[in-house]
């Protein structure tokens, strides 16, 4: 901990932000996917219905987006993030508390609608209390709590599957780091200050984009999610169908989130040296290396392709959310809100299609990931579009 007690103010919020994620994200939402091979061997879950629960999952994301889009007051949005926290610990536990499929897809919701409560709401409250107190914008440390909860997450699936725990069992352990981590998202953030503001007196005003700037940023961002959704929902099941690679999903699932926690900082570092959209552009173009190269059929490719794609997914949504930020710095999470429904109703739409995709190709997801790395090299058009306009405004 440094001395200054500034820094350790900051310290303490990314922190909070950092804890918030990992139980959220790294948790409520995505233990669903290292733990699908299991639920689907043991519990009788088919492949079409994973897809319907990850579709699910992504409708109660989008819906805390269109939430978060739709209110200003930061007094009410830090009440909707703490009550995110609690429903992201009761959101697990009612996965180990039934076999009902419709039980499940009500978790599957609810863990959504927590996920936004800290993806959306709690880094729109960080970013205000950073630019606030004059603090660089970068958010690097708190989306870190991404990559660390998946693969964490992957080290105790596989863990607690070699010491013979069946998926429920796993369940209720997840609901127990839960609980844990719940206790310094909620305490380490502290109530928003509502002033106009920042702590040396300058005034805090939004300077929001063009309209034709915002509708292709979001087209581009919606491309992106598509191609999110699709490998890290069914990267474990993708590799363990994969011949000669039975049981090795979870290990590659692992290595993506590993590969994450670092690189979302470091593309904090590439954006200020490229710029913003170049660095979007660099990190699509190696985003869709990460989709692709699983589709090899070989554990290295399977490995490459989980790095890569780890070191950019959080570093597109990174750069995207702190740009939305810096836009409306007194109201951050307004336009994040919006970049989040586009993202969203991606989310919901790929894991439903490549559920369908693979139903139809008797179970195999190579189709899903062919489709994901597609719409990903349109986003990547768009984004070249997007600097183009950026330049003539």
């Not at 830090?78 to 009500?106: C, E, F, K, P, Q």
């Not at 709590?145 to 863990?159: D, E, N, P, S």
Request: hydrophobic content about 55%; glycine content about 10%; overall charge positive.
């Amino acid at each position: 901990m440094t001395s200054n007690p500034h820094d350790a103010a900051r310290l303490r919020v990314l922190l909070a932000g950092l804890s918030s994620l990992i139980l959220v994200l790294g948790i409520a939402r995505f233990a669903y996917t290292p733990l699908l091979p299991l639920m689907q061997r043991e519990a009788g879950l088919g492949v079409a219905e994973a897809g319907w629960l990850a579709a699910v999952n992504y409708a109660g994301y989008l819906s805390g987006a269109i939430l978060a889009a739709s209110i200003s007051d930061l007094v009410l949005k830090d009440r909707l993030y703490r009550a995110g926290m609690v429903l992201a610990v009761l959101s697990t536990v009612a996965m180990a508390l039934s076999t009902d499929w419709r039980v499940w897809a009500l978790s599957r919701f609810l863990a959504g609608l927590s996920s936004a409560a800290g993806m959306l709401l709690g880094t729109g409250l960080i970013l205000n209390w950073l630019i606030r107190h004059q603090y660089r914008s970068e958010l690097g440390l708190h989306f870190s709590g991404i990559g660390i909860g998946m693969a964490g997450c992957a080290a105790a699936v596989l863990a607690m599957t070699g010491a013979h725990l069946d998926w429920q069992q796993q369940w209720w352990a997840f609901s127990a780091i839960a609980a844990v981590l719940m206790v310094p998202a909620l305490r380490w953030l502290p109530p928003p200050n509502t002033s106009a503001v920042t702590t040396g007196g300058q005034a805090m005003t939004d300077q929001p984009p063009s309209a034709l700037f915002l509708r292709v940023f979001m087209a581009a961002y919606f491309c992106a999610g598509v191609g999110f959704v699709v490998s890290v929902t069914f990267i474990v099941a993708i590799v363990d169908r994969l011949p000669g690679l039975q049981g090795r999903g979870a290990w590659v699932f692992m290595v993506m989130g590993l590969t994450a926690a670092p690189a979302v900082i470091v593309w904090d570092r590439i954006a200020r040296r490229l710029g913003d959209i170049d660095a979007l552009i660099l990190c699509s173009v190696l985003h869709i290396g990460g989709i692709v190269l699983p589709i090899g059929a070989t554990l290295t490719t399977a490995l490459a392709g989980a790095v890569l794609f780890g070191a950019t997914f959080i570093g597109l949504v990174s750069l995207v959310l702190s740009m939305a930020g810096r836009y409306y710095p007194t109201r951050p999470a307004k336009m994040m809100g919006r970049m989040t429904l586009t993202y969203g109703c991606a989310q919901i739409l790929g894991p439903a299609a490549t559920g369908w995709l693979a139903a139809r190709s008797g179970g195999s997801y190579v189709a899903g990931l062919a489709m994901a790395a597609a719409v990903m090299g349109v986003g990547l058009v768009l984004l070249c579009a997007l600097r183009v306009i950026a330049r003539r405004a």
